[in-house]
């Protein structure tokens, strides 16, 4: 499968059709092409660097190493294998950290992927499903991705009647990467604000879930001590009845 660099080198084709090969050729994974069984590190490396190979920027791009999967155990954005072997589950949640990390600190990224690690932290309605969300979000860029791609060409045709993407191609690229940085942006600042919002009610759903465990602890606890008391007045009551006999 060819990369991105060897379509950015090739001489060959326009500058337009250049952008819409490199739109057309990123590789995403079907809900259906991920492993049912579980799969050792191993396993999950080499899966994740065939299926996305398409993706790299340059041949000597990784795509998922052994030592960002154990640091993102470590930050807590992956639970732990279990016996060193991967669920489903972790790959999809691997996928997410892939694409996000782009364009989104692993801060926030532990802050969207925390309820998939821990429920106390989450007080929706509908189970947390990862399977079911990633199926659903594929759906949908695949339902979507034509308008993604025609709207980058729409911001090259603007930027072509700026410059001439031939004999001005620097003024013509500047414009365009502008525009489409623009773009960016502002849809990268309306994620921070929807994942601070997120953690404010992880924090606020976390020390309510806290409290609700002392509160059920300390109810366990005067339940104990008062079986206790109820065993020693009902020892103490026998043993009078008796010494009365």
Do not use: W
């Amino acid at each position: 499968m060819v990369c991105l660099g060897e379509i950015l080198m090739n001489k060959n084709i326009t500058r337009r059709k250049k952008l819409l090969q490199i739109a057309t050729s990123l590789s995403y994974i079907d809900p259906d092409e991920i492993p049912e069984i579980d799969l050792y590190m191993d396993q999950l490396t080499t899966f994740m660097e065939d299926k996305l190979n398409a993706n790299k920027r340059s041949e000597d791009d990784k795509t998922m190493t052994k030592t960002m999967i154990n640091n993102y155990t470590k930050n807590n954005l992956l639970p732990p294998p279990d016996k060193k072997r991967y669920s489903k589950d972790h790959l999809i949640m691997l996928l997410y950290i892939y694409y996000l990390k782009n364009f989104v600190s692993i801060t926030d990224i532990q802050t969207l992927l925390a309820p998939m690690n821990n429920n106390d932290c989450y007080n929706g309605e509908s189970p947390v499903n990862i399977e079911e969300v990633y199926r659903k979000l594929f759906n949908y860029e695949i339902d979507n991705y034509n308008d993604i791609i025609k709207s980058i060409l729409s911001t090259y045709d603007k930027a072509s009647d700026m410059y001439d993407p031939e004999t001005d191609a620097y003024l013509h690229d500047m414009c365009m990467v502008s525009m489409l940085s623009v773009d960016v942006y502002v849809k990268k600042k309306c994620i921070e604000h929807l994942i601070d919002d997120m953690h404010s009610v992880q924090e606020q759903t976390l020390k309510q879930n806290a409290q609700k465990a002392k509160t059920a602890e300390k109810v366990t606890a005067n339940s104990k001590t008062k079986a206790t008391e109820n065993t020693k007045a009902n020892r103490t009551t026998t043993g009078s009845k008796n010494s009365g006999r």
